[in-house]
C-alpha cells in the first residue's frame, strides 16, 4: 500500500495547498504556484490537491479544463504567446503568426516537430497601441516584426542551450 | 539643481517595457556614470502618449521635458546634446504637459498615472493622494453614497450601470460580512486603462477601494486580475504591502471605525471572467460560469454575501469625487454621462494611448486629431469601439459623439472606452467570423444559444465568404444573431451579434452584398 499512496501523494502541491490553508477557494491560486513549479499539472499534483481541499477530482478537472492557463501536459522549452484578438489583426498580427508557424515549424496551439517551440494563441495582452504583442516568458513585446521574433527566439535558444 | 542630482524618469509601465525601456534606463545609468553625472532615474508609470514609448523625461527648472521615443542607441546622443539640462534634440518634445495630445485632455482619474513613482506614498501623498479617504473616513456611509450619487458617476467596465446606487444597494443590506471586488479582468481587446493605472497609480485603487469599503460597510476586498498582466499584478502587490505597511489597511484605518482588507488573485486566462458573476464564481474558486441575475451581486454575490463588484476605473475615481466634491466632477461630460472616460486609441493609429477626455469628444477628434489616422497611413475604413463586443463603425459615422446615450443610438457602445483602428485592407467578414469564433472560444458554455450558436455562426459566415447561397445565408445569420441576442443567459452570447450585424449592415460589400 506504502508505494500506492507515494505515487498519488506529490509533495510539493501538498505543500502550497497548505500555504494556503487548504482553503477550497483558493484553488485558482494553488494550481498557479503548482503549475508555476513543473510548467505543467499532473495528475498526481491535481490528486493530491483535490485530496488536500477536500475536493472532488471531477470538480477539480472541471476547473483546470476550464481555464486556458491550465496546462495538462508539459510546455515546449520554448513558450511564445501572440496576441490574435482585434488591435493585433488590425496591424498584421494574423501574417506574423503565421510566419512563425512557418518558419519555426510549429503549428498555432501546438509544438514544434522537435518539442522545442510552442506557439500560443491569446486575447489582448494590454498593448494594443503597440502591436503587433507577444510575450515570452512574462516578457512584454511590442511592434513585433518577423525579424524581431526572430532574433529574440534565435537569443532564446542559444541561452538554452548554454545553460 | 544646485549640488542636487538631475531627476531623469524612464517609465516601467508595461506598453513602455515591450519597446525597450529596461534596456534605455539601464543605458542612462551607464551613460550618467560614465560622464559622472549625478543622475536619479525614477522609473514613473506611463503618460499614456504610447507612440512616443520610451517616454524619458528629465526635471527641470522649465518643467519636465519629454524625449522619445528613445531608443538605446540614442542614449549616447541624448547625453551629447546635452538633455539633462533640456538640451535640443531630435527626439525633443518640449515640455511634456504641452504636448498637444495631453494638454487637450482633461486627466482626472490618470492625473497622477505617469507623474509619481508609482509605490511612493509621499509622492502619493503630495500628488493629491489620500485626500478623498480621509475626508470619507469622517462621513456617514450615507453621505459617502449621496456624494458618489451626486456626482453622476457610472461603472466604467462596460455596463454603465449608476456606481451610487449599486453601492446604496449594498449599504442598504443588513450587516455582517460584505465585498468589494474590484473588475481588473480588462479582456477587451483595445483596452488598457486598467493596467496603465494600476502599474502607474496603483494606490489610487487602492483608496477608491477602502473609500467604497467605508461606504457599504465591507471588511474585504478582492482585485481580480488577469493573468495577462504580470506587470500589473507585480506593481499591485508590492501596493498592498507598502499601504499594509503604513497602517491604511487592517484594523481602524487611521483611527477610524472601518476595518478593511485587500488581496489580489489572479484570473487563469478566460474572458467570461469578467463578467461579474463569472468573476465571483472564479474568486471561490470554481469553473468562472456567469449566472442567472437575479439576485444581483449587491444582494447576493461573493459567497451569497452583499458585494460591490466595480471596475478598476470606476473605483479609481471615486477618491476624486470625494476630494473635490460631486458636482465639481459632474460638470464634466453632458447629458446622462458625466465626468470624464480614459478611451483607449489602439490598431492601425498613428498617436495610440490614453486620452482622458470628458464625455462628449467625437470619435473622429479621438481619432484624427489625438490619433492622427493611420500608423501605417492608409486610409482607414472602420472602427471597433468598446471591445470584441462592440460595434465595427464606418468612417462616415465618426462625428458620433462618445458618450452612453449617442453611441447606443448609433446601435454602438462604449463599453471600456477601446477604440480600435482598421485601415481600408481590413475583410470585414472576417472580422465578424473572428467575433463569432472569439464567443465560440470564450463561451463559459452554460447556455445553447451561446454556446452552439457561435459554432453556427462562424460555420454560417464561411459559407458566406466561400459564396454559398449568400442571401440566404445573410437570412440564417441575422436570424442567428436575433435568437442570441435574446435568448443568451449573458452579455457573451447576448452581445457577440452586435459586431457582426454592424459589420454586415455598414459593409455589405464585402458580403457580396
Ligand atoms: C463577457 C463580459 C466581459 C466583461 N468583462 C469585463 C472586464 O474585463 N472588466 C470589467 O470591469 N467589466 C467587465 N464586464 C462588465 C461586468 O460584468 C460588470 O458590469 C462590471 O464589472 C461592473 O463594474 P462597473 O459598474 O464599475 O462597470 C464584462 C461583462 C461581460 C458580459
Ligand atoms: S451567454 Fe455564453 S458566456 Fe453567457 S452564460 Fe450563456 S454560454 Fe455562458
Ligand atoms: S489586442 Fe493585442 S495586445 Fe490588445
Known sequence: ?163 | MAGGSIRVYVPCDAAALSVGADDVAASIRREADRRKIDVEIIRNGSRGMLWLEPLVEVETGNGRLAYGPVAEGDVASLFDGDFLSGGDHALAHGVTEEIAYFAMQERVTFARCGVIDPLSLADFEAHGGLVGLRKALVMAPTEIVGVVTASGLRGRGGAGFPTGIKWNTALEQPGGEKYICCNADEGDSGTFADRMLMEGDPFSLLEGMAIAARAVGASTGYVYLRSEYPHAIKTMRRAVDVWRKAGLLGENIEGSDTSFDIHIRVGAGAYICGEESAMLESLEGKRGEAKVKPPIPAISGLFGKPTIVNNVLTLATTPFILAKGAAHYKNFGVGRSRGTQPFQLAGDIARGGLVEKAFGVTLRELVEDFGGGARSGKPIRAVQAGGPLGAYIPTRDFDVAMDYEALAKAGAMLGHGGVVVFNDTVDMARQARFAMEFCEIESCGKCTPCRIGSVRGKETIDKIIASENRAENLEVLDDLCDLMTEASLCAMGGLTPMPVQSAVKHFPEDFGG
Request: proline share 4%; glycine share 8%.
Open chain 1, 1 to 163: 500500500m506504502a508505494a500506492l499512496i507515494d505515487k498519488l501523494e506529490h509533495a510539493p502541491a501538498r505543500l502550497i495547498c497548505g500555504r494556503h490553508d487548504n482553503r477550497p477557494d483558493a484553488l485558482l491560486e494553488i494550481l498557479h504556484e503548482a503549475q508555476a513549479a513543473e510548467g505543467w499539472l499532473s495528475d498526481d499534483a491535481l490528486r493530491t490537491i483535490a485530496d488536500a481541499l477536500n475536493i472532488s477530482r471531477a470538480e477539480i478537472h472541471g476547473v483546470v479544463s476550464f481555464y486556458h492557463d491550465y496546462k495538462r501536459e508539459a510546455p515546449a522549452k520554448l513558450a511564445i504567446k501572440l496576441c490574435r484578438a482585434e488591435a493585433c489583426q488590425a496591424v498584421g498580427s494574423e501574417a506574423l503568426a503565421a510566419y512563425v508557424e512557418k518558419k519555426w515549424n510549429a503549428p498555432s496551439g501546438g509544438k514544434s516537430a522537435d518539442g522545442e517551440i510552442q506557439l500560443e494563441a491569446v486575447y489582448c495582452l494590454g498593448n494594443c497601441a503597440l502591436g503587433p504583442s507577444g510575450m515570452i516568458d512574462g516578457e512584454l513585446f511590442g511592434r513585433v516584426t518577423p525579424e524581431r521574433l526572430d532574433a529574440l527566439i534565435e537569443q532564446r535558444i542559444e541561452k538554452m542551450e548554454r545553460e
